[in-house]
């Protein structure tokens, strides 16, 4: 347990005192216990005063401190557990009664050991104060918990170009040769490969040639797939189609089918497919017979770490071996990520140059150890040190490289470790929504308090601080500069697995290590899972995560129901429920639940678990109904599904996100129902419902309207900053509505937002909108001004089939980025080059072009 563990544990003891609203705490064997839990909260809320917020700067014993706060940490996880496992007996007593329990329910709450634990630690801290005060030591001491209170960083991510593009230094000429080959006459489907041994940078130079502006305008349609070591051909499909916007169901569409689409969007079009990370023979055979041989000079661009995969791939094609950089070139990669473009201090490059000598030209290695530097660049003393450990490591072998790696591990803050080592037990090459992310790390307790400022928002400064020191990768961007999606290198993720199972944090498991890891007691906080199988291994599991699709074991919970009574998060990615499991009524500290069932309605049981944060339920079925008594998860932060239907409703809820819903007539209105709501996404209703004015909240939101019916009258909160419309058939005369928000950054136009030939601005201006997004409208002439989007980032148009021109002054636009174009006519295109031409004679060469032209 981590200091932020702590304090969700003390806003648990705050719910379980002062909460009579709450029907599962309001009982009388828990009232019975408030004044020992009353005593315990006052215990562990000085303490924290004492040791970890208070400055106590005459303290110069900094180990026994340390030892202090240990055994205080100690003391309040073993005051949790057992509050924890009393609240389950009660739980379990009042739910069911069929249901088998153990003899360690105990029917009353023992914190007495633990008061004593507590009560040592506050007489040896006084008595260190004392003796200080005594002493008269005015000793400065370094905070230690992270050392305490962590200062997460607050960024713009735009604010440094660099942070964005990634920085390519000794590969220009491999890049180029590799470039020239996919761009050759040769007519018939080639293979092109890069092979060399992981963490060389061949995912690296593999983005940095298909993303170049000659090969983005070569090739019709660029696709790119992770296959990665865990191959996985239906996933391989589904990756393909999604990158080329297939509008399909495609969790539903069967192999066979997969196949055809793949190969009716690809047929006849020039393109490039990236096969990302490719480790079998099979694997190639397995998939080569999905690509169309058109020749029209369509190529396929691989990497592996096997030569002998690449040769097998195509025996007449070019295979790169990428070789390892040179210290010139390590040190350059060394200072452009330490110094970001700054010079360089006189004293770095004697150290610098050890170092990335050490690293024997590996650029992850390299990268890493820059993450490492950044954080005190300016250091002489810390360089030394950083030269010295280095010094004691073989790179160039598997074990040496993870030894560099874990450098970084060593520096990162108390606050980063718990995060880094969890991103270690999901799949190879899996990319993490930056939002469930969050909601997966505030559910786990990684998250410390800062003031008032939502745990999410504080959890995307962590992920940033991992980003900057090189630990995770960013996936997607969104306009506005924050991270979308995010994955780890694989010998990253090696590293979280190895320095997760050495600590005890993370089990992983798969079908082979099943009866291995049965016979091993493991304590453990997490516990991952590639198949539907639930191992009851852990004494003290609080995670469980299945990926796997196979049926969920509903009776491992049952009959192992002490392994996983703690539970706080249970995520159940893919993995379809034919029933409900009655053991999850029975998880009380659930805070996270993901799950997929195929049938029948939404468990009422569920709004009995009064600590969830989270609760994302997919079914097959159209619509859920909701109980009225979902209002009783008084902490429900998010809640996710399909149409989620709402007949009633006890009393108002505090909801931050929330998907489709569907009010009955026992709800006054959304507004009363969810008044701090952030995120919304909702159908039109009647005039009054599409009234989010009184939403002071709301940040963002998705308005579906029915297409047989024009949408009247709506507004809209001056708090919004993303709204996407579709449906809704406004005239372009109600955009003055829009166009009057003061934060709106994003707006999205789906088909039929708007009806109407004409769009023009006439001198609207959007003050803050960064990205502009139309897709599927019957708009034909759009008049527009440089000074309508006076801080417009991206302007993305898609199937606009009958716009004729965007208007040149677009490009006059000084913040302006990238224009996307999508599947319009060829004037469209005309005016997007002569916008691109008209910049670059004006030296404006920072614009970015992205064109794929319409299907004849």
Same mark, same amino acid.
């Given at each position: &347990?981590?200091?932020?563990?702590?304090?969700?544990?003390?806003?648990?003891?705050?719910?379980?005192?002062?909460?009579?609203?709450?029907?599962?705490?309001?009982?009388?064997?828990?009232?019975?216990?408030?004044?020992?839990?009353?005593?315990?909260?006052?215990?562990?809320?000085? &303490?924290?005063?004492?040791?970890?917020?208070?400055?106590?700067?005459?303290?110069?014993?900094?180990?026994?401190?340390?030892?202090?706060?240990?055994?205080?940490?100690?003391?309040?996880?073993?005051?949790?557990?057992?509050?924890?496992?009393?609240?389950?007996?009660?739980?379990?007593?009042?739910?069911?009664?069929?249901?088998?329990?153990?003899?360690?329910?105990?029917?009353?709450?023992?914190?007495?050991?633990?008061?004593?634990?507590?009560?040592?630690?506050?007489?040896?801290?006084?008595?260190?104060? &004392?003796?200080?005060?005594?002493?008269?030591?005015?000793?400065?001491?370094?905070?230690?918990?992270?050392?305490?209170?962590?200062?997460?960083?607050?960024?713009?991510?735009?604010?440094?170009?660099?942070?964005?593009?990634?920085?390519?230094?000794?590969?220009?000429?491999?890049?180029?040769?590799?470039?020239?080959?996919?761009?050759?006459?040769?007519?018939?489907?080639?293979?092109?490969?890069?092979?060399?041994?992981?963490?060389?940078?061949?995912?690296?130079?593999?983005?940095?040639?298909?993303?170049?502006?000659?090969?983005?305008?070569?090739?019709?349609?660029?696709?790119?797939?992770?296959?990665?070591?865990?191959?996985?051909?239906?996933?391989?499909?589904?990756?393909?189609?999604?990158?080329?916007?297939?509008?399909?169901?495609?969790?539903?569409?069967?192999?066979?089918?997969?196949?055809?689409?793949?190969?009716?969007?690809?047929?006849?079009?020039?393109?490039?497919?990236?096969?990302?990370?490719?480790?079998?023979?099979?694997?190639?055979?397995?998939?080569?017979?999905?690509?169309?041989?058109?020749?029209?000079?369509?190529?396929?661009?691989?990497?592996?770490?096997?030569?002998?995969?690449?040769?097998?791939?195509?025996?007449?094609?070019?295979?790169?071996?990428?070789?390892?950089?040179?210290?010139?070139?390590?040190?350059?990669?060394?200072?452009?990520?330490?110094?970001?473009?700054?010079?360089?201090?006189?004293?770095?490059?004697?150290?610098?140059?050890?170092?990335?000598?050490?690293?024997?030209?590996?650029?992850?290695?390299?990268?890493?150890?820059?993450?490492?530097?950044?954080?005190?660049?300016?250091?002489?003393?810390?360089?030394?040190?950083?030269?010295?450990?280095?010094?004691?490591?073989?790179?160039?072998?598997?074990?040496?490289?993870?030894?560099?790696?874990?450098?970084?591990?060593?520096?990162?803050?108390?606050?980063?470790?718990?995060?880094?080592?969890?991103?270690?037990?999901?799949?190879?090459?899996?990319?993490?929504?930056?939002?469930?992310?969050?909601?997966?790390?505030?559910?786990?307790?990684?998250?410390?308090?800062?003031?008032?400022?939502?745990?999410?928002?504080?959890?995307?400064?962590?992920?940033?601080?991992?980003?900057?020191?090189?630990?995770?990768?960013?996936?997607?961007?969104?306009?506005?500069?924050?991270?979308?999606?995010?994955?780890?290198?694989?010998?990253?993720?090696?590293?979280?697995?190895?320095?997760?199972?050495?600590?005890?944090?993370?089990?992983?498991?798969?079908?082979?290590?099943?009866?291995?890891?049965?016979?091993?007691?493991?304590?453990?906080?997490?516990?991952?899972?590639?198949?539907?199988?639930?191992?009851?291994?852990?004494?003290?599991?609080?995670?469980?995560?299945?990926?796997?699709?196979?049926?969920?074991?509903?009776?491992?919970?049952?009959?192992?129901?002490?392994?996983?009574?703690?539970?706080?998060?249970?995520?159940?990615?893919?993995?379809?429920?034919?029933?409900?499991?009655?053991?999850?009524?029975?998880?009380?500290?659930?805070?996270?639940?993901?799950?997929?069932?195929?049938?029948?309605?939404?468990?009422?049981?569920?709004?009995?678990?009064?600590?969830?944060?989270?609760?994302?339920?997919?079914?097959?079925?159209?619509?859920?109904?909701?109980?009225?008594?979902?209002?009783?998860?008084?902490?429900?932060?998010?809640?996710?599904?399909?149409?989620?239907?709402?007949?009633?409703?006890?009393?108002?809820?505090?909801?931050?996100?929330?998907?489709?819903?569907?009010?009955?007539?026992?709800?006054?209105?959304?507004?009363?129902?969810?008044?701090?709501?952030?995120?919304?996404?909702?159908?039109?209703?009647?005039?009054?419902?599409?009234?989010?004015?009184?939403?002071?909240?709301?940040?963002?939101?998705?308005?579906?309207?029915?297409?047989?019916?024009?949408?009247?009258?709506?507004?809209?909160?001056?708090?919004?900053?993303?709204?996407?419309?579709?449906?809704?058939?406004?005239?372009?005369?109600?955009?003055?509505?829009?166009?009057?928000?003061?934060?709106?950054?994003?707006?999205?136009?789906?088909?039929?937002?708007?009806?109407?030939?004409?769009?023009?601005?006439?001198?609207?201006?959007?003050?803050?909108?960064?990205?502009?997004?139309?897709?599927?409208?019957?708009?034909?002439?759009?008049?527009?001004?440089?000074?309508?989007?006076?801080?417009?980032?991206?302007?993305?148009?898609?199937?606009?089939?009958?716009?004729?021109?965007?208007?040149?002054?677009?490009?006059?636009?000084?913040?302006?980025?990238?224009?996307?174009?999508?599947?319009?006519?060829?004037?469209?295109?005309?005016?997007?080059?002569?916008?691109?031409?008209?910049?670059?004679?004006?030296?404006?060469?920072?614009?970015?072009?992205?064109?794929?032209?319409?299907?004849?």
């Amino acid at each position: &347990m981590a200091y932020a563990g702590i304090q969700m544990f003390m806003d648990k003891l705050n719910q379980l005192i002062n909460c009579d609203d709450i029907p599962s705490i309001n009982n009388p064997e828990i009232m019975s216990e408030r004044p020992q839990l009353q005593l315990l909260y006052e215990e562990l809320g000085s &303490m924290i005063q004492t040791l970890f917020i208070d400055q106590h700067q005459d303290l110069h014993d900094l180990q026994k401190v340390g030892d202090l706060k240990k055994r205080f940490i100690d003391a309040a996880e073993e005051a949790q557990y057992n509050v924890d496992l009393f609240l389950s007996g009660v739980h379990i007593r009042n739910t069911t009664k069929d249901f088998p329990t153990s003899e360690d329910f105990s029917p009353s709450l023992n914190l007495d050991d633990v008061r004593r634990s507590l009560k040592s630690v506050e007489v040896e801290l006084m008595s260190m104060i &004392m003796d200080n005060m005594k002493v008269g030591s005015s000793r400065r001491r370094e905070r230690t918990l992270n050392q305490s209170a962590p200062v997460s960083i607050s960024r713009n991510s735009l604010g440094s170009k660099k942070l964005l593009d990634e920085i390519f230094v000794g590969i220009d000429r491999d890049a180029e040769l590799i470039r020239d080959k996919l761009v050759e006459d040769q007519k018939k489907l080639n293979v092109v490969s890069i092979v060399g041994m992981g963490g060389i940078g061949k995912t690296t130079l593999a983005t940095k040639v298909f993303n170049d502006g000659y090969v983005r305008h070569h090739f019709h349609v660029r696709v790119w797939v992770t296959v990665s070591q865990t191959y996985d051909k239906r996933a391989v499909l589904i990756q393909i189609l999604e990158s080329i916007c297939a509008p399909l169901d495609l969790e539903k569409t069967s192999d066979s089918r997969l196949r055809e689409l793949v190969h009716k969007h690809l047929f006849g079009k020039r393109y490039l497919m990236v096969m990302d990370d490719v480790w079998q023979i099979e694997t190639w055979d397995n998939l080569k017979s999905f690509f169309p041989h058109d020749n029209n000079r369509s190529r396929i661009l691989l990497t592996s770490r096997l030569t002998e995969v690449a040769k097998h791939a195509n025996l007449d094609g070019l295979t790169h071996h990428l070789g390892y950089l040179n210290n010139e070139r390590s040190w350059e990669l060394l200072c452009q990520k330490v110094f970001q473009g700054n010079e360089c201090p006189e004293w770095s490059i004697k150290r610098g140059m050890q170092i990335v000598e050490h690293c024997q030209g590996l650029p992850l290695a390299v990268v890493v150890i820059a993450g490492v530097l950044a954080r005190e660049a300016w250091s002489e003393k810390f360089w030394e040190e950083i030269a010295k450990r280095t010094g004691s490591y073989i790179v160039g072998d598997q074990n040496g490289c993870m030894e560099t790696l874990g450098l970084s591990y060593n520096h990162l803050p108390l606050h980063l470790r718990e995060c880094f080592l969890y991103l270690g037990g999901f799949p190879e090459d899996f990319k993490f929504e930056v939002k469930r992310l969050m909601w997966l790390w505030v559910a786990e307790g990684f998250i410390q308090k800062d003031g008032n400022r939502r745990l999410e928002d504080i959890g995307e400064g962590y992920l940033m601080d991992l980003v900057d020191r090189n630990l995770v990768i960013v996936d997607r961007w969104k306009s506005v500069g924050s991270v979308k999606a995010c994955k780890v290198h694989d010998l990253v993720r090696e590293l979280c697995l190895k320095k997760a199972k050495e600590e005890r944090f993370i089990l992983k498991t798969n079908t082979s290590q099943l009866d291995q890891v049965k016979k091993r007691p493991y304590k453990v906080e997490c516990m991952f899972t590639n198949n539907g199988i639930m191992v009851p291994s852990a004494e003290n599991c609080r995670s469980v995560l299945i990926f796997g699709k196979k049926g969920f074991l509903v009776e491992d919970i049952a009959k192992q129901f002490r392994s996983f009574v703690l539970l706080r998060v249970l995520k159940l990615h893919k993995c379809r429920l034919n029933d409900f499991p009655k053991a999850i009524k029975l998880l009380v500290h659930l805070r996270y639940l993901e799950i997929w069932k195929e049938s029948e309605g939404f468990p009422s049981s569920i709004c009995n678990l009064w600590g969830l944060q989270t609760l994302i339920y997919v079914t097959e079925e159209y619509s859920v109904d909701l109980p009225s008594n979902i209002s009783n998860l008084v902490n429900l932060r998010h809640l996710r599904g399909q149409v989620i239907s709402l007949p009633s409703i006890e009393k108002p809820m505090n909801l931050q996100t929330i998907s489709y819903i569907s009010l009955g007539e026992g709800v006054a209105n959304f507004q009363k129902c969810f008044p701090n709501i952030k995120e919304h996404t909702c159908c039109t209703c009647s005039d009054e419902q599409n009234d989010f004015k009184s939403l002071t909240f709301l940040e963002k939101l998705s308005l579906v309207g029915d297409f047989e019916r024009r949408v009247e009258r709506i507004t809209f909160p001056t708090s919004l900053k993303t709204l996407t419309l579709e449906k809704c058939r406004l005239p372009w005369s109600e955009m003055s509505i829009i166009q009057s928000l003061p934060n709106l950054q994003h707006l999205k136009l789906h088909p039929h937002a708007f009806e109407g030939s004409c769009w023009n601005t006439n001198g609207q201006e959007f003050p803050q909108l960064k990205l502009l997004n139309l897709e599927w409208l019957n708009i034909k002439v759009w008049e527009a001004y440089s000074e309508s989007f006076p801080c417009l980032r991206q302007l993305q148009i898609t199937n606009c089939r009958n716009l004729e021109e965007i208007p040149l002054e677009i490009g006059e636009i000084p913040t302006l980025e990238l224009i996307q174009i999508r599947g319009c006519r060829d004037s469209v295109i005309e005016s997007v080059r002569r916008i691109e031409e008209e910049q670059g004679d004006l030296g404006n060469y920072d614009l970015k072009i992205d064109i794929i032209e319409r299907e004849r």
